[in-house]
Nanobody, 123 residues
């Protein structure tokens, strides 16, 4: 079983930046593609970004492309999300999970999600 702990969220003004971290423990972290997902108030959880097991490939939702960067450090079993040029519509709880490629988008591969980290972007 993999345990995931997200951190780094906070309150930031529009145009600002934040860096999220997700520390994983349990199964061999480097075996899996990892992803970030977010859930805004009153909305479904949605895919944000994913990264292949070795960091060689990255994938982004259209809404964050060019502003967010996903990366990973397998030695530290940690995945990161650098968020720049933040917008009020980026306000959400952000979660990491094993990333599974579906037909249309990416999905969380583990049933057990972490507690997430709240990002609030003020206008």
């Amino acid at each position: 079983q993999v345990q995931l702990v997200e951190s780094g969220g906070g309150l930031v003004q529009a145009g600002g930046s934040l860096r999220l971290s997700c520390a994983a423990s349990g199964r061999t972290f480097s075996n899996y593609a990892m992803g970030w997902f977010r859930q805004a108030p009153g909305k479904e959880r949605e895919f944000v970004a994913a990264i292949s097991w070795n960091g060689g490939s990255t994938y982004y939702a259209d809404s964050v492309k060019g502003r967010f960067t996903i990366s990973r450090d397998n030695a530290k079993s940690t995945v990161y999300l650098q968020m720049n040029s933040l917008k009020p519509e980026d306000t959400a709880v952000y979660y990491c999970n094993v990333a599974v490629k579906g037909v249309i988008t990416w999905y969380g591969g583990l049933d057990a999600w972490g507690q997430g980290t709240l990002v609030t972007v003020s206008s």
